[in-house]
């Protein structure tokens, strides 16, 4: 056959086939704009400025160095004036919208840099401290606190930092408020033990926190050189009253049940034991030690229902004025002592401006519970706290929130839309249908409905986050609602109320009978089969499209908008199941070392390897071992360790400097906190010098030999968390030594 005539007969078999896919492009283009303009009506386009704001600060946290607060301002300002121009030009408009939001996000994570801005230790040094102690967290042995600190003296570079955190290991002689001088060993705060890990020394520096360490020797209490700030005064009283209450309620009840009511009553966690912790983490109910949105809503609930009936017991008053606008008012007061009253953190100030919101909708004849005032809590914690929508925090809270709220909207729309007409005009299938839909919505089927639909939109962050999932989680957490909702919350404003009378004793044991339930239940759900779900981590635009999918879910209303989460999660799913995985990985202070064996487990290398960074490896190969279990396979003595990897090449941790002669000529990776000689052989060299500049490292062996590197630092990277090194000299110079070697310190939970 000629070409002329072959190309005539693919254009005969393909033209029919363009025909018949043209009809179907415009059908689905007719159907999406027919559904965006049902969206618009429903003034549901104003819920992705909010997304469109939280991307502006995942751009800002993103960006390889710090950009200057005057252009970010005047960029803002910029996309402002052009979308004012173009207000008659509907499809550029609502783009310069959407950009002036982009914008505004990016502004706000500059403008939050530069208030918090503070002095940061730069390595491990001994000091002489002064400063207001601002809160304490009892454990059962010793005590962690911040110190608002005065002066410091002998740190490294004279560094003053704004506040550190320390422990102590005996019984504190001081309380909060307190102004205390101290010998104390800080080091800065820890960087991601992994490429893509937590770092704990972002957080820390939005906290302010220029240190993290512990006392050495005593710690003395001192007379006030000046009167300490009306608000540390008042936040210090404050945590005085929580640990007595806490001390209190543990004392009581005793162990772990008296550790969980103390975090449940007071938010006190720090009483709780390892196993404590793993058993209901392994349950799925780790959130019951924490003060949340759950409980934030059910103390404003019980003062908004309760002061209502209250209220209305008075015919004067429930006919002649508006109770259900004083009963809100009233629970907004109640819900900003509790918050004040249980610590007030960053997690619970969410939950309380969410809650504030939907309450102040009552007072101006609003639905409180709306999308829309979701929307307005995303935007007042990216305008304050905008680094909070890196935190599993805000990403957990709020994607459950807004599944609620979507399966109260669907509710609604089945209320409105249910068939009026007489059964005898609906089909046998549409009655079984109606009263199916009215069990799960209205009937005992809607809080497991509300469970399943909240579970699923946290799933992605939960694996993403935290390397797990717990498929009993419809058992756990209904479990946990019920304990909350009529043992916690209620227990923890009645004993509160008792405790200056010295009556609250009986309260604490009503709450034990709760707690114990919830301890027998989870170690049920703990040892079935399957409790935990281990998942290996995944790339973060993975999680990109997971979130962009849950949005899609939860923010459109019309079936047609909500189909594209789909496509967004399949693409997200793909990314999470092609993780890239590591064969060794290497925090940033390089005194440690996870390696891949040939049996394909890891195991760790160094003499004692940090909790926090053993524990980050673990769970982001989906490793359920403890970091105890998993120092098999490497030799290792007092100079380093030395392990193989899957293809046979030696990995050698150097400790001591006595240790490179031997191990350079032999391994073929050498890992140090040390300053490597310049004429080591191996091929791969991973020192003090290579770390500084990129932070973590992760390695992955490729085919023939080569290894594809991955850093937790960018090339050039300069943030105020993570600035860039200072010029270091030459390898081969081998410089002297500045004392003692950074470690890591890790976050003290």
């Known amino acids: 056959m000629s070409d002329a005539r072959a190309a005539e007969h693919e254009e005969l078999i393909d033209g029919p086939r363009a025909l018949s896919l043209a009809p179907r492009l415009q059908r689905l283009r007719a159907a999406l704009g027919a559904a965006y303009a049902e969206e618009t009506e429903l003034r549901r386009p104003f819920l992705w400025r909010a997304v469109a704001a939280g991307a502006g600060v995942l751009l800002y946290f993103a960006a390889n160095h710090e950009p200057p607060l005057a252009l970010c301002v005047g960029a803002l300002a910029v996309v402002v004036a052009l979308a004012v121009l173009v207000r008659g030009h509907a499809r550029a408009h609502a783009l310069l919208v959407a950009a002036a ?81 101290l010998k104390a060993r800080l080091m800065p705060p820890a960087r991601a033990a992994l490429p893509g890990g937590y770092d704990f020394a972002r957080d820390a520096y939005f906290a302010r926190l220029g240190g993290v360490g512990s006392a050495l020797g005593r710690i003395e209490t001192m007379p006030l050189p000046d009167p300490a700030p009306a608000s540390l005064r008042f936040f210090a009283g404050v945590d005085r009253l929580r640990n007595a209450l806490a001390l209190r309620v543990y004392k009581i009840i005793g162990d772990d049940a008296g550790a969980i009511a103390a975090a449940m009553v007071a938010g006190k966690r720090d009483f709780l034991s390892e196993s404590a912790k793993d058993l209901i983490r392994r349950a799925g109910i780790f959130h019951i030690v924490t003060i949340s949105g759950m409980q934030m809503t059910l103390v404003a609930g019980i003062f908004f229902v309760g002061l209502r009936r209250l209220l209305a017991t008075s015919q004067t008053l429930a006919l002649n004025y508006p109770i259900r606008k004083w009963a809100a008012a009233l629970a907004m007061a109640g819900a900003v002592l509790y918050d004040i009253g249980t610590g007030s953190r960053v997690g619970t100030e969410r939950a309380l401006v969410m809650t504030l919101i939907m309450l102040a909708a009552v007072l101006f004849d609003r639905p409180s519970l709306s999308m829309r005032n979701l929307a307005l809590a995303v935007f007042f914690v990216v305008a304050v706290e905008p680094e909070a929508i890196l935190g599993a925090s805000f990403q957990l809270s709020f994607a459950a929130v807004g599944a609620l709220i979507a399966v109260y909207e669907w509710r609604g729309a089945h209320v409105a839309q249910a068939p009026r007409g007489p059964p005898s005009v609906r089909s046998r299938f549409q009655e079984w249908r109606e009263a199916l839909l009215d069990r799960l919505l209205h009937g005992p089927g809607a809080p497991l409905v509300a469970t399943l639909c909240a579970t699923s939109a946290t799933a992605s962050f939960m694996a993403y986050d935290f390397h797990e999932l717990s498929p009993y989680v419809l058992i756990g957490n209904p479990l946990t609602l019920a304990v909350i909702e009529f043992f916690a919350v209620p227990c923890a404003l009645l004993g509160a109320a008792l405790y200056p009378f010295g009556l609250d004793g009986f309260v604490w044991r009503w709450l034990e009978m709760g707690i114990d339930l919830v301890i027998w239940l989870a170690g049920l759900i703990a040892s079935a089969p399957g409790a935990s779900l281990h998942v290996k981590a995944f790339p973060p635009w993975a999680i990109l499209f997971l979130a962009l999918a849950v949005l899609s879910a939860v923010l459109w209303r019309t079936w047609t908008l909500r189909a594209t989460a789909i496509p967004l999660a399949l693409v997200g799913l793909i990314g999470a199941g092609s993780g890239p995985g590591f064969d060794l990985a290497i925090p940033a202070t390089g005194d440690a070392a996870a390696i891949r064996l040939p049996t394909g487990q890891l195991t760790l290398l160094g003499k004692k390897p940090g909790a926090f960074a053993a524990e980050q490896w673990l769970r982001a190969d989906a490793d359920a071992r403890a970091a105890a279990d998993a120092r098999t396979g490497a030799a290792c003595d007092a100079d380093g360790c030395v392990g193989r990897l899957a293809d046979g090449r030696a990995v050698s941790l150097v400790l001591s400097r006595g240790a490179f002669l031997e191990d350079c000529a032999r391994a073929a990776i050498i890992v140090t906190p040390l300053r490597a000689p310049g004429g080591c052989a191996a091929p791969i060299v991973i020192d003090r010098l290579k770390l500084a500049e990129t932070g973590a490292i992760s390695l992955r062996l490729r085919p023939e030999g080569a290894v594809e590197w991955t850093t937790a630092r960018g090339v050039d990277e300069d943030r105020p968390w993570s600035p860039r090194p200072a010029q270091t000299a030459r390898r081969g110079a081998v410089p002297e030594e500045d004392g003692e070697d950074a470690e890591l310190s890790e976050p003290i939970e």
């Open 101 to 181: 939001f982009v914008a505004a996000g990016f502004a706000a994570g500059a403008w939050r840099t530069s208030r918090v801005a503070a002095p940061v230790v730069t390595r491990v040094g001994v000091g002489e401290l002064t400063g207001f102690v601002e809160e304490i967290d009892l454990r059962r042995a010793g005590a962690r606190f911040v110190l608002r600190v005065a002066s410091a003296e002998g740190l490294p570079g004279d560094v003053v930092p704004a506040r550190v955190r320390l422990t102590t290991r005996g019984e504190p002689s001081f309380a909060a408020g307190d102004f205390i001088a």
